[in-house]
């Protein structure tokens, strides 16, 4: 294994340290109350191919900083790209001006919650070795063979295969005393084939269920994750999608493997947690939500077997991090207790809303040009104590489907009524699986859905899914996140056909 990464030296050479004293003793003498300094640098970088042929091979860099104040308890804001002694004092009078041209429309004081303090703190995500040190000719050869191989099964037309990588370093101020310098690192790699039936007139493709995760290149090259497996099974898998037949729609018990049943989580849990959400200050994207802090713990979310953390600290999540952009050290903490809500996802000025003691560190924002935002944790389903396998689920079924793979979703603006589709759909009867069903999607009410999970896996179906590209609040910003969770078993929710042809 490599040395563990430090912080890239082109991030740590900058006047981090200088440039923040020269802004907050300017927010001080300008009387704001409250005052961070926040630098970001982000490194991208997208390789595509399509049928082994290069399409796409860009890289992207961003680096700048913000300032954002609090004056008379009215927040003020203000981003700059020149990290200049100059540049600094004038984007902090912007951002205490912001402040003061806000105030007499500002309804509510702004206040945050306590934290302590963390002098010279250093966080780095766990990763073997840096994406941006391999040659783009190397990732081109990797994928490259990977198409070729797919390209000599006669069930695939055409191959896609990306892998989109990203390096954020981040370094915060503020006036309390915190300082921290961190540097994450993420990628998503996929791999698509495209296949026909022109018999049945059919097209279709199937998807690696590879997660994005919190790692470095050595994922791609067998560490963490088999992908001779899973190359060598994605023809076979197009092959018996594109021969099987439509699901007759109906009831049916369901066992979802993680690969699907995070996404689940995603739309109907982790939004419908957000406390910014809950209370009504935020609705862009993903709306508010039916889980008002009225219902805080008496809220029967699901069934007894429901455990929900949210999780800041996970090895590898996409939403790792040591300390979020309000200076709070991350942690982990309930949301969800034997099927009853308890918590939410929270950053300083919620806390301090609610008078919930510390934040639970949830804020972020996706560049230095934009403010921090209440954003999602790794919002994760815990796994049974017990030792229960995927097919030990399986084995209790006597008529359902066994869900794989994340597809298209639907869910209304109060998170409560959602829609679900898939990779790949299993016929179980009598406890065993009896091929594949095609046009599948799964549609229920939150509560009513999770209220009909009977079983959960155990620590040996857990696995860390999750997406690069949460969208939320006005100017959008996106952000990764990841969802832990076993396989688990839910009796009686309501199977439609998609099909175009259902229902003539």
């Known amino acids: 294994m490599p040395p563990r990464?430090?912080?890239?030296?082109?991030?740590?050479?900058?006047?981090?340290?200088?440039?923040?004293?020269?802004?907050?003793?300017?927010?001080?003498?300008?009387?704001?109350?409250?005052?961070?300094?926040?630098?970001?640098?982000?490194?991208?970088?997208?390789?595509?191919?399509?049928?082994?042929?290069?399409?796409?091979?860009?890289?992207?860099?961003?680096l700048g900083f913000a300032v954002r104040?609090?004056?008379?308890?009215?927040?003020?804001?203000?981003?700059?790209?020149?990290?200049?002694?100059?540049?600094v004092i004038r984007v902090t009078e912007q951002a205490v001006t912001a402040a003061m041209v806000a105030k007499p429309i500002t309804y509510e004081r702004v206040e945050l919650a306590d934290e302590p303090t963390y002098p010279d703190a250093?966080?780095?995500?766990?990763?073997?070795?840096?994406?941006?040190?391999?040659?783009?000719?190397?990732?081109?050869?990797?994928?490259?063979?990977?198409?070729?191989?797919?390209?000599?099964?006669?069930?695939?037309?055409?191959?896609?295969?990306?892998?989109?990588?990203?390096?954020?370093?981040?370094?915060?101020?503020d006036s309390s005393g915190t300082t921290t310098t961190q540097q994450r690192v993420r990628l998503y790699p996929q791999l698509e084939v495209f296949g026909a039936d022109t018999a049945r007139g059919l097209l279709d493709s199937m998807q690696t269920t590879v997660p994005p995760a919190g790692r470095g290149w050595e994922y791609l090259t067998g560490d963490g994750y088999d992908w001779d497996a899973e190359i060598g099974a994605l023809p076979e898998h197009l092959a018996q999608k594109l021969a099987a037949p439509a699901v007759e729609p109906g009831s049916y018990d369901l066992v979802i493997d993680p690969s699907n049943l995070w996404l689940t989580i995603h739309e109907s849990i982790g939004h419908a947690t957000e406390?910014?959400?809950?209370?009504?200050?935020?609705?862009?994207?993903?709306?508010?939500?039916?889980?008002?802090?009225?219902?805080?713990?008496?809220?029967?979310?699901?069934?007894?077997?429901?455990?929900?953390?949210?999780?800041?600290?996970?090895?590898?999540?996409?939403?790792t991090i040591g300390y979020d952009d309000d200076g709070v050290a991350t942690g982990q903490w309930d949301?969800?207790?034997?099927?009853?809500?308890?918590?939410?996802?929270?950053?300083?000025?919620?806390?301090?809303?609610?008078?919930?003691?510390?934040?639970?560190?949830?804020?972020?924002?996706?560049?230095?040009?934009?403010?921090?935002?209440?954003?999602?944790?790794?919002?994760?389903?815990?796994?049974?104590?017990?030792d229960v396998s995927t097919a030990d689920l399986i084995s209790g079924v006597e008529r359902g489907i066994y869900v794989?793979?994340?597809?298209?979703?639907?869910i209304d603006m109060q998170r409560y009524n959602f829609q679900f589709t898939g990779q790949r759909f299993y016929v179980i009867?009598?406890?065993?699986?009896?091929?594949?069903?095609?046009?599948?999607?799964?549609?229920?009410?939150?509560?009513?859905?999770?209220?009909?999970?009977?079983?959960?896996?155990?620590?040996?179906?857990?696995?860390?899914?999750?997406?690069f590209n949460c969208g939320k609040a006005q100017p959008g910003q996106v952000a990764p996140v990841s969802h832990g969770c076993p396989s688990a078993l839910f009796r009686d929710v309501c199977v439609l056909n998609t099909s175009s042809e259902a229902g003539r």
């Open 429 to 467: 009867r009598d406890g065993e699986l009896a091929g594949q069903l095609r046009d599948v999607a799964y549609q229920a009410t939150t509560t009513d859905f999770w209220g009909s999970m009977e079983a959960v896996g155990g620590e040996g179906t857990w696995r860390l899914e999750g997406a």
């Open 275 to 319: 406390l910014d959400r809950a209370l009504g200050y935020e609705a862009n994207y993903a709306g508010t939500s039916f889980a008002t802090v009225d219902n805080l713990g008496t809220l029967k979310y699901g069934s007894a077997c429901m455990n929900v953390t949210g999780d800041r600290t996970v090895e590898h999540g996409l939403a």
């Open 335 to 386: 949301i969800i207790k034997d099927g009853v809500l308890v918590g939410y996802q929270t950053d300083r000025r919620m806390a301090r809303l609610m008078d919930w003691g510390r934040s639970t560190g949830c804020a972020f924002a996706d560049s230095s040009g934009h403010i921090p935002i209440q954003r999602m944790a790794n919002v994760s389903l815990r796994p049974a104590a017990e």
């Open 122 to 173: 250093t966080w780095v995500s766990s990763y073997g070795i840096d994406p941006f040190t391999v040659a783009t000719a190397d990732k081109v050869a990797l994928l490259r063979d990977w198409s070729r191989q797919l390209q000599r099964e006669a069930v695939v037309d055409h191959v896609a295969a990306s892998v989109h990588q990203v390096r954020e370093n981040k370094f915060y101020a």
């Open 69 to 87: 104040v609090v004056l008379d308890g009215t927040w003020g804001f203000a981003a700059g790209v020149a990290l200049t002694r100059d540049e």
């Open 404 to 410: 794989v793979g994340d597809k298209s979703w639907s």
């Open 5 to 62: 990464p430090v912080i890239a030296s082109e991030f740590s050479a900058l006047p981090l340290h200088d440039l923040a004293a020269i802004c907050l003793a300017s927010a001080r003498e300008l009387q704001a109350e409250h005052a961070d300094f926040r630098v970001e640098h982000l490194r991208t970088q997208t390789v595509s191919l399509r049928d082994s042929a290069l399409v796409d091979a860009s890289t992207g860099a961003d």
